[in-house]
């Protein structure tokens, strides 16, 4: 049976620790952010055991120091989309699509 199995590698461009706070998280996501601007798809994905924090990570801590990833990405989303309606004085619109998925495998 464990010929058959087939190695998979996998490759991260981030990988956090606990010592790790929403500043530092967004610091590196927000590049991924800037991207979905610029034209890109873009997939943020948290993973990790029960407790890790992810929740915590995508959706923050109740005050504003402590907004998780989602806050921070629609916001900066919203940003960029009313200076690119408002510097072109009308002649451009954007439109925008996100999609939330939260998978358990209980």
Known sequence: LSQRRKKIKFGFDG???PTNNQDNIWKA??????SAVDGYNVCVFAY???GSGK??????GGNEA???IINKAISKLF????????TSKGLTTADISVELFEIYNE
Do not use: A, C, R, W
């Not at 996501?29 to 800037?34: A, D, R, S, V």
């Not at 929740?55 to 923050?60: C, K, V």
């Open 29 to 34: 996501t927000e590049p991924l952010i800037q």
């Open 48 to 50: 990790g055991q029960t």
């Open 15 to 17: 990988v956090f620790s």
């Open 55 to 60: 929740t915590y990570t995508m959706l923050g």
């Open 79 to 86: 940003d960029e989309k009313h200076l690119l309606e408002d």
């Open 66 to 68: 402590n907004s998780g």
